[in-house]
Every structure is written in C-alpha cells, then in structure tokens.
C-alpha cells in the first residue's frame, strides 16, 4: 500500500533529519567504535597506577610495547577493510566525510605506527633487556601466579644486562637525538610496566613480598639512572639548522617532509606558495599601517606609532580589568550586528588565571580556551623583562585578540564543539583550531571593529604576526633560517618586543608544536575567509547561520567542511584539491 505524507509531515521528517545531522551521520557509530577499540588496547596493554582513593586504577602513558603495536597495526587494518565494504555512494555528505576523515586518520595512524617500528629497531641495542619485563607484565594482565624465585632471578639478570647496556652506551660518542628520547621513553615505560606488575603482588602473596621487594627496589632505580643516561647521551645529529647563538634547538623536517604534512592537513600549496601568500598579505598589512601611522601624526614612520601604541599599557594589577573591558567591548560589537548565536551558559563560565613566568618564556602573550590565561610581569621578572611584557601585552595589541581567546574563538569552540559532533574532537587541526580564532580577527577589522588609527594598528600588528609565523616557520623547515634569524625578523619586520620574540621562536620549534602550527593560524582563517565570501557574499546564508553552521561540524579541515556546506560530490579516495587563496587580486 503507497503511504502518502503531508507536507506536514514531511517538513517534520526533514527538520528531524537536520537536528540528528548535527550530531551524528551514517559513520558516526563507526568512529566511535574505532576510537574506542583503539582505548580499549592501549588501556589493556599499557601500566597502571593505583588511585588509593577509589577503587579505579589509572592507564600510564607509555611507549608502546612490541604486542601492543602489532595490536594496533591488526585493528587499523581490520577498520580499513571495513570502510571498503560500506556503501560510500548511498551516504549523505556528512557521513561521506566523517568516512573520509576515518579512512586518513587510520591510514596515517598505520604510517606512525610503521615509523615508530623503525625506530624502536634502532634502539633494540640500548633495550636487551626489555622481552622479560614486558612477559612479566602479560603475565600479571591476568594475574598469573608467579614463581617468586624465578622472577627475583630474572630481576636480578636485568640488572646485571642494564650494567652491560650502560657500559656500551658510554662508549657511543653520541645518539641521535630522536632515537636517544625514543630509548629512554621505553626504558621509562619498562621501569613504569615493572612498577605495575610488581605493585600487583607485593604485599598481596607472601612468597612474592619476601623474594621480590629487595631486587625490585633495586632494579627500578636502575632502570631511572639508565633512562637519564641516555638522554644524556643524544645529541641532535641529523639537522640542517643553521648555526647561530639563540640557544634555540629544533630539527628543521625539511621540504619533502613539509609537503607531506600540508597534503596530510588538506592544504593543495607548496610552502614556497605559502610565503608567497603571507608576502602579499604583508603588503596588505603594510599599506593599512602606513594609514593608521599617518592619521596618528608619524607619517610613513609606522614604528614610532606602533610605539606610542606599545607605552599604552596598563599598570601592574590592572591587566584583567582590561581583559574583562575588551571582551565585553568584543561581544557587544558582534551581538549588535547578530554574527552568531551564543549560549549563555557560554558566557556565564569561562575562566581567568594568570601565567606563570616560566610558561611566559614560550607564551608572552596570554592564551585562551576553557579559560584566558594572562601574560602580564611578576615580582621575580627583571625590570627589563617586565617593561616588554607590559608594552607587549598593551591595551591595543590586546583588543585585537581577547575574542580570539574567549567568545567567538577558542573558549566557544570548546564549548561548541563538546556538545556538537564530540566524536570529531579526534580529527582535529590547528587550521580550524586556530583558524576559525584568527577569521574573527579578519572579520571584525573588516567589520570596521577597530575605529581609531591605535585600534587599528594593535589589530594590524597582530595580523602582521601571523604573515610572519608563516615566512620564519617555512623558511626554518626548509633549512633556510636560523632561530637567530627568526627572532630578527619578528623584531625588525613586526616590531615585536626581544624578549616576546624569542618567546614566540621558542614556541614554534621546542614547545612541542607541529612544524605546520604557526602556518595554520593565518591560512586556517583565510580559508574560512573565502568559504564565507563563497556562501555568504553571495547571498546562499546570511553570516549568522554561517558561523552557527561552522562551529556545529567541529573542528575538521576547512576543505571539508567547505564540502558540507556545498553538498559536493565527493568520492572514497578524496584528495585536497581548494585552491582557495586568489593570487592576483
């Protein structure tokens, strides 16, 4: 028999088919099976620690041992013959793409887990002794019973072969650096999986008290020295860093490496491209400076004015009083023009905290997310040191990127993206992270949020920032700059202060960024920038459902969000191809 609908009825259906696209597609139950199964391994194979308050143990975060690798490798290939055997054709868009993001997710996943297989040979020499522990520990997985005599012997056998391991490591001139902290984290990961196994029987079976807790003792302390000397033994052998006195040490990947990584986080440019794209963004930067310096009374001499702008700062105690004035200036400014739609429970509960001053050496500036945190002088920096935190963090430069921090940016996001499509949280990337922040910032200059020639140029600064994240970061992966250099540049082409240069370099290649990071904050929100040119400049969604749209897909690559929005036809083996950035205009 037909069944007929109403248009009722099917004006229903559809709206119910919007609200559950939101949170899930065809493939979601597939992520969340796979993310899971992954945990699942790594909270079986991995040491434990034992909470004494609760009755939960806690998984330790360790190397992953010979079994649990080869675990992996089986389910991220049982996962990929899966996808082949789904109906891609018969999935809606967003179901296409969250099978898209699953597919290259396992597929570099696969790749890391071949990588670190490599490079755990290569330290098999330094680890001899690793098989016993890790058969003890799947041993005591479904606690066994242990001959207490035996194991106090094998204990005291690893001992010995640690001495033997040390006495070969001495006499190494050095160990490459990436494979020095790849053998001390297995030998931390040993000391942490005995640590486990042992903890398990001691002082629960007699026999195994009264024979192991002496060797034991014993045998961790030896797997402690051991770890640290290793460390102590990696040198950074394979770099093209060029030679310089900043006392900055990173490992420049090189081109090809960096082409795979741009290929990897959807973005169809060489980073020669790139630094194209952030020169002409530059001289944008640069025509808008010299109109702001002029207006001010400096003429074409932009750095007397970006200074009169730096001496604006706030006394010492004042800062988060400035914070809370430029968010709510932010906020006002985007409800008036109704941008998008924020919950307000998002703005009843994000936080504040200070930074400390060690943290200040990497992150000059303040940073943001569940809360902002505050770069501003203590009492135990040098007058000098406080002088440019205060002129770097003054009230001009901060207006440009409270919002960056808070509402709209990072902390809506957090908020948002806990709530809308959660199982994406896992195929994350710095240029929608950081991108969909830094479109704020390009969208309200644009929006005309800056109004005096000062506001415009703290909000300017900013953006000539990020051009030069992307010219000194490329140019240090290619080989090309040193970090001396770097920091010359964000002093002499940005005006940044010495001390928050150096912060800033520090950051990007010893602060555990990816080499891609500081590239993805401008061409994250350039992208976002023409998606919105694309869909709201021509009339197809007003900027509000734009944005309310953008921030319910979570944080996945701009090209495929770009493909959810425009319903394109997409096939299993996708590969980026957005030219998304226009050279000539």
Not at 27 to 38: A, E, H, L, R, W
Not at 258 to 265: S, V
Request: charge should be positive; charged fraction near 25%.
């Amino acid at each position: 028999m037909l069944t007929v609908y109403s248009p009722l009825v099917f004006a229903q259906n559809t709206a119910n088919m919007a609200a559950i696209y939101e949170q899930a597609s065809e493939m979601s139950g597939k992520i969340i099976q796979y993310n899971q199964d992954v945990d699942a391994i790594s909270d079986f194979y991995s040491p434990y620690t034992t909470n004494e308050r609760t009755e939960y143990q806690r998984r330790q975060q360790a190397l992953n041992s010979p079994q649990q690798r080869k675990r992996l490798v089986e389910l991220n290939n049982d996962y990929l013959k899966q996808l082949a055997g789904t109906n891609f054709d018969a999935m809606s868009i967003y179901g296409k793409v969250d099978y898209i993001l699953l597919k290259k997710k396992i597929n570099f996943e696969l790749l890391d887990l071949d990588k670190e297989e490599e490079k755990y040979n290569g330290i098999k020499k330094y680890i001899s002794f690793a098989n016993p522990i890790y058969e003890l520990e799947m041993k005591r997985r479904r606690g066994g019973s242990m001959d207490a005599q035996q194991v106090a012997q094998q204990l005291n056998a690893i001992i010995k072969q640690i001495k033997t391991d040390s006495a070969s490591v001495k006499k190494v001139a050095s160990i490459d650096m990436p494979l020095a902290k790849m053998a001390q984290s297995a030998v931390i990961g040993l000391r942490d999986r005995l640590r486990s196994t042992c903890n398990f029987y001691l002082g629960y079976d007699p026999q195994f008290t009264w024979w192991i807790a002496a060797p034991y003792r014993s045998l961790d302390s030896s797997l402690t020295r051991y770890s640290k000397l290793l460390i102590g033994a990696g040198k950074v052998l394979n770099t093209t860093q060029k030679p310089d006195s900043s006392g900055i040490k990173g490992v420049p990947i090189g081109r090809d490496q960096l082409i795979k990584q741009l290929q990897a986080e959807l973005i169809p440019y060489t980073p020669e491209e790139l630094i194209a794209l952030a020169n002409k963004e530059f001289a944008w930067c640069d025509k808008e400076m010299l109109k702001a310096s002029n207006e001010m009374g400096f003429g074409n001499d932009w750095k007397k004015a970006l200074e009169k702008v730096k001496n604006s700062y706030v006394e010492v105690g004042k800062q988060p009083e400035l914070i809370v004035k430029l968010y709510n200036d932010a906020i006002s400014f985007i409800k008036e023009r109704d941008m998008i739609t924020i919950p307000p429970l998002a703005e009843e509960t994000w936080g504040m905290v200070m930074m400390s001053p060690q943290r200040q050496l990497v992150n000059p500036f303040f940073t943001g997310g569940k809360e902002i945190s505050i770069s501003y002088p203590t009492n135990t920096m040098s007058t000098e040191d406080k002088l440019m935190s205060m002129r770097g963090n003054n009230p001009y430069f901060s207006r440009g990127t409270v919002q960056h921090e808070l509402i709209p940016g990072h902390n809506l996001q957090y908020f948002m993206n806990s709530r809308y499509k959660p199982y994406r949280r896992d195929f994350s990337t710095p240029f929608a992270i950081e991108g969909w922040s830094l479109y704020w910032e390009l969208l309200l200059y644009d929006k005309g949020f800056a109004k005096t020639p000062e506001e415009r140029i703290g909000m300017l600064f900013w953006r000539m920032h990020r051009c030069a994240r992307i010219i000194f970061s490329l140019n240090y992966h290619l080989g090309k700059w040193s970090p001396q250099q770097c920091i010359d540049f964000l002093v002499d082409r940005v005006g940044h202060e010495k001390a928050n240069a150096e912060g800033e370099v520090r950051r990007s290649f010893v602060g555990g960024y990816s080499p891609l990071y500081q590239v993805a904050y401008l061409v994250g929100g350039l992208q976002l920038f023409s998606l919105k040119k694309e869909l709201v400049d021509n009339g197809k969604m007003t900027l509000k459902q734009f944005h309310d749209t953008v921030i319910k897909e979570n944080l996945i690559p701009v090209e495929l969000l770009r493909a959810t929005l425009t319903n394109q036809k997409l096939d299993r083996d996708f590969t980026t191809q957005w030219k998304f950035y226009d050279f000539n205009k």
